[in-house]
Nanobody, 128 residues
């Protein structure tokens, strides 16, 4: 299993920035696809950023240019930097993982919620 614990959420003013963290226990970067999802009030959970195996990133159109997905392999921690926050970014943000059955040097991971097996408990972001 992959244990995921998010942190870093909070209340911020529009235009501000936040960095969310995801501590990933038992994380192997060559076998784990990682994603950041969010669920806004009254909405379905949506994928906002994905880290492919090999290091490439993919973002939802609504967050491109404002969200940055990065990782620190040595600390088994992933980050979502959120800049120029908007009220519509208010949501619970989740870290998700899918463990592949073999290591890959490169793999295009999905941004579909159902594709991921492991989820953190979420961290709340409120933008006013």
């Amino acid at each position: 299993d992959v244990q995921l614990v998010e942190s870093g959420g909070g209340s911020v003013q529009a235009g501000g920035s936040l960095t969310l963290s995801c501590a990933a226990g038992r994380y192997t970067y060559k076998r784990n696809c990682m994603g950041w999802f969010r669920q806004r009030p009254g909405k379905d959970r949506e994928g906002v950023a994905v880290l492919w195996i090999g290091g490439a990133t993919e973002y939802a159109d609504s967050v491109k240019g404002r969200f940055t997905f990065s990782r620190d392999n040595a600390k088994n921690t992933l980050f979502l930097q959120i800049d120029s926050l908007k009220p519509e970014d208010s949501a619970t943000y989740y870290c998700a993982a899918r463990l592949l059955n073999a290591p890959f040097s490169s793999y295009a991971c999905s941004r579909t919620e159902s594709w991921y097996y492991y989820w953190g408990q979420g961290t709340q972001v409120t933008v006013s």
